[in-house]
Each structure stands twice: as C-alpha cells, then as structure tokens.
C-alpha cells in the first residue's frame, strides 16, 4: 500500500469474470525479503504457471535498493514462491519489471534501469527456461522508463515508455526480432509539464490500433501542482509504427 515504506508487502486480489467482481485481498508473500513493492506487473507461462515481477530489498542491502523479482504460482494465484532475480546487482536501482511471455517459450522483462527518473532507461532480459534464469537481450533506448511489452498481432513487439526528458511525454519503438534489437523512436504523445508522467499499460484492439494508458500533466493549466499542471489519467490510441 506504500511502495517506498522499509516493511512493505503488497496485497491482491482475484478475478474470474474480467474484473466485474474480485475476491477478497489477499496478502502476497515476502519470501524473506524486507520489502516487495507491489506491482500489477504479471504473465502466464504456456503451462499455466503465473509469473508475478517485483522490485524487493534483500535483509543486506540499504533502503530504496531495490532489485527485480520474479515470483511463480504453480496453483492459479492461490500461493506463491520467490523464483529469481532479474539481472545482476547495480550500485543503481533497477525497478518496475515488466513480464511478457511469448509463443515460442520465452520470456521477457522490460526493467527499468536507474531511479532516477530523468536519466532511467530500459533494458530487456530473456529466459528461456520458464524465468528461472535470465540473460540481458537489449537496451532499446537511450532515456525513457519504465515500460511496457506487447506482442503485436503480426508477431512484432511493441516497446511503450514515459519520456521523462523535454519535451516531456510518451514514446515507443517496435522490434521485428524477438526483442534482440529495436528500431526508431516514435512519439506517442508529446507536451508533458514535468517529469512526473508515463507507467504506460497498452493493449491491441481487435482492429489493429492501440490504445495505450497512462499518467500526465501539462505544461499550460490554470491549475498548478508543484509548478506543472494537475496529474490525470489518459489515454491515446495509435497505429502501431512500421
């Protein structure tokens, strides 16, 4: 509930009908780490295996070093173990890792990579043995975090990011190998106040476009907080770039 306290340990909860009802919430296991900073990051294996990613802080390690987690369910969500970290350990942070599990059997984690929020960017690891080990596949961009993954319906990947530089905003870029390499910068949206903007989730409609969500704030409103305009949530739909 307060993802930078020392103690932290998250909650959640279930759905069996699209988010129409929910059961009640649940406490997700520390696995004997000090903090797990909740996120609704997760995937599922092709076996069924759901496969949660968390930042957490080991009993060694200072506050607010944070490192990437993977927990598993074998049972549906009903209980959970620590599976793995994500990457090596960095004197910097390495938070909000983001899961995309693919047909072929691998999957992907977008992490971003430095806490602080102006100079973050994004890297890509890889496993290809159900998350129990990982290995770094890229860096797509220079700034930019944290991010989403989406397999695109021609089988391309669509990476989404909060571009916490001026001109403030939203980006993407698409990969058309398996997240190995990745090509131009495109901007979603552009015109952010501040640095205080991004978290993108991003789905694939039926039609082809996407429509992806996320947090922002303007340059020019009537309102101010902390010297930029209010923080809301929107949403923007786009062609996937070719």
């Known amino acids: 509930p307060q993802h930078w306290r020392e103690d932290n340990q998250p ?59 993977v927990f598993a369910s074998f049972d549906g969500a009903s209980t959970w173990s620590f599976l793995s970290f994500v990457g090596d350990e960095r004197p910097y942070g390495m938070i909000h890792p983001y899961p995309l599990a693919l047909p072929d059997g691998r999957i992907l984690v977008a992490v971003r990579t430095n806490q602080v929020a102006h100079s973050a960017w994004v890297e890509i690891y890889e496993s290809t043995d159900g998350g129990r080990t990982w290995s770094r596949l890229a860096r797509p961009n220079d700034a930019g975090a944290p991010a989403t993954l989406t397999l695109l319906n021609d089988g ?13 905003g939203v980006r993407c870029r698409v990969s058309d190998d398996g997240g190995a390499s990745w090509g131009r910068e495109w901007i979603v949206r552009d015109g952010g106040g501040s640095v205080d903007l991004g978290y993108p989730r991003t789905v694939q409609l039926p039609d082809g476009d996407m429509v992806t969500t996320y947090y922002f704030n303007e340059r020019q409103q009537d309102i101010s907080l902390q010297g930029t305009g209010v923080r809301y949530i929107a949403a923007t739909k786009f062609t996937p770039p070719r």
């Open 11 to 69: 909650w959640f909860m279930l759905s069996d009908d699209g988010g129409h009802q929910w059961t009640e919430p649940f406490q997700f296991p520390k696995c004997n780490f000090v903090s797990v900073f909740g996120e609704p990051n997760y995937t599922i294996r092709d076996d069924g295996t759901y496969l949660a990613t968390m930042p957490v802080i080991q009993d060694d390690h200072e506050e607010g070093q944070y490192r990437p987690a």
């Open 156 to 168: 391309r990947l669509l990476l989404v990011y909060g571009y916490r530089r001026p001109s403030y």
